[in-house]
């Protein structure tokens, strides 16, 4: 539709954990099909029934800081951990396209409290627009 900026994408600067090790990892990061939300699944150690999973995030480098839940989704059947997923909401965010969106994880159960930093550097995900689709040969433009 024209007048309409092209989606955005996501190029996530960071390792993503192997499928089992620590107590909490960040298996992957997604767009919403709409594009208006950054979906991400964390895997933790299945060390009791309730556990509470949340991602902390940042667009200013932690001047200010926004955290959200993440949810239960299922049991990872091969390693007997837990996935939980989470969603930012990118539309309250203005001028994506020109910062980093900053994220960590944390995993409280039975007392104790584990943190996914990525080895201390955090998640980094840089967003950018998608090309405008070209317009092709002899296609005629109404106006």
């Known amino acids: 539709m024209p007048g309409n900026p092209p989606p955005l994408l996501l190029n996530i600067l960071t390792r993503l954990h192997p499928r089992s090790?620590?107590?909490v990892r960040l298996e992957r990061l997604w767009l919403s099909a709409n594009g208006a939300s950054l979906l991400g699944s964390?895997?933790?150690?299945?060390?009791?029934?309730?556990k509470r999973v949340h991602?902390?995030?940042?667009?200013?480098?932690w001047q200010t800081v926004g955290e959200v839940?993440?949810?239960y989704a299922s049991a990872i059947l091969e390693t007997d951990d837990d996935r939980f997923?989470?969603?930012?909401?990118?539309?309250?965010?203005?001028?994506?396209e020109h910062k980093s969106l900053i994220l960590c994880l944390r995993y409280r159960v039975r007392g104790l409290e584990f943190w996914?930093?990525?080895?201390?550097?955090?998640?980094?995900?840089?967003?950018?627009?998608?090309?405008?689709?070209?317009?092709?040969r002899g296609a005629i433009e109404e106006g």
Do not use: H, Q, W
């Not at 964390?42 to 309730?50: F, H, I, T």
């Not at 991602?55 to 480098?61: E, I, L, Q, S, Y």
């Not at 997923?85 to 994506?96: E, G, K, N, Q, R």
């Open 69 to 71: 839940a993440a949810a």
């Open 55 to 61: 991602c902390r995030f940042t667009v200013d480098n």
């Open 116 to 136: 996914d930093n990525n080895d201390g550097s955090n998640f980094r995900v840089k967003f950018r627009r998608a090309p405008e689709p070209a317009t092709p």
């Open 21 to 23: 090790g620590p107590p």
């Open 42 to 50: 964390v895997a933790v150690a299945n060390l009791a029934y309730e």
């Open 85 to 96: 997923v989470f969603a930012i909401t990118l539309s309250d965010m203005v001028d994506l």
